[in-house]
């Protein structure tokens, strides 16, 4: 498969459109569930993938090293996730209405998933990153450097403090639901 892939790149980056075809149908799902997890919705997400792929093909040609192009092609994702956020500043959140009309354990997960994806949000953008990469796509240290191009242990720093700052505010939460 990694051989497949890495000659798939080659071809992409030659001009070949079936080859780049092939290879966003390959990192599909992975790119759009980071576009999900930065902006929180389906179009969005959506809109970011569209956009992603577009800059991806526009500029594959770019790419020096073919065994870099997942990591390539989620910093694309990253950045066009940063440009929808920045347009759609005063978007409002998921509506209890909506989740009342989901079934109860369903709600409970949801829930707690939403708060969590908003703790999160609430972070600075380079532990957001830092910890989406690392604890929602399983990348490793120096993956995680190579997308962010920072390195590997600015990487292990965002972590710890993004950690810390998400338990500080869920301790702030239990707090206030106990005092």
């Known amino acids: 498969?990694?051989?497949?892939?890495?000659?798939?790149?080659?071809?992409?980056?030659?001009?070949?459109r079936n080859a780049f075809e092939k290879l966003?149908?390959?990192?599909?799902?992975?790119?759009?569930?980071?576009?999900?997890?930065?902006?929180h919705n389906e179009e969005d997400?959506?809109?970011?993938?569209?956009?992603?792929?577009?800059q991806a093909f526009t500029s594959i040609?770019?790419?020096?090293?073919?065994?870099?192009?997942?990591?390539?092609?989620t910093r694309i994702v990253i950045r066009c996730s940063g440009r929808v956020l920045k347009r759609k500043k005063n978007v409002v959140p998921l509506s209890d209405e909506i989740l009342s009309n989901l079934p109860d354990q369903a709600?409970?997960?949801?829930?707690?998933?939403?708060?969590?994806?908003?703790?999160?949000?609430?972070?600075?953008?380079?532990?957001?990153?830092?910890?989406?990469l690392f604890y929602y796509h399983?990348?490793?240290?120096?993956?995680?450097?190579?997308?962010?191009?920072i390195p590997e242990s600015t990487v292990k720093?965002?972590?710890s403090r993004g950690k810390a700052e998400l338990k500080k505010s869920y301790n702030n939460e239990e707090d206030k639901c106990h005092g």
């Open 157 to 159: 720093t965002y972590l």
């Open 107 to 132: 709600n409970v997960n949801i829930e707690e998933s939403l708060q969590l994806l908003d703790a999160i949000k609430q972070l600075k953008e380079n532990y957001c990153t830092a910890i989406i």
């Open 138 to 149: 399983d990348y490793s240290i120096k993956t995680i450097s190579s997308i962010m191009e």
């Open 24 to 39: 966003v149908q390959q990192h599909y799902e992975k790119i759009y569930r980071t576009a999900y997890l930065y902006v």
């Open 1 to 16: 498969m990694e051989m497949e892939s890495h000659r798939l790149v080659k071809k992409a980056i030659k001009g070949n």
């Open 61 to 73: 040609h770019s790419l020096k090293n073919p065994e870099y192009f997942s990591t390539w092609l």
């Open 45 to 54: 997400a959506l809109d970011v993938v569209q956009e992603a792929t577009y």
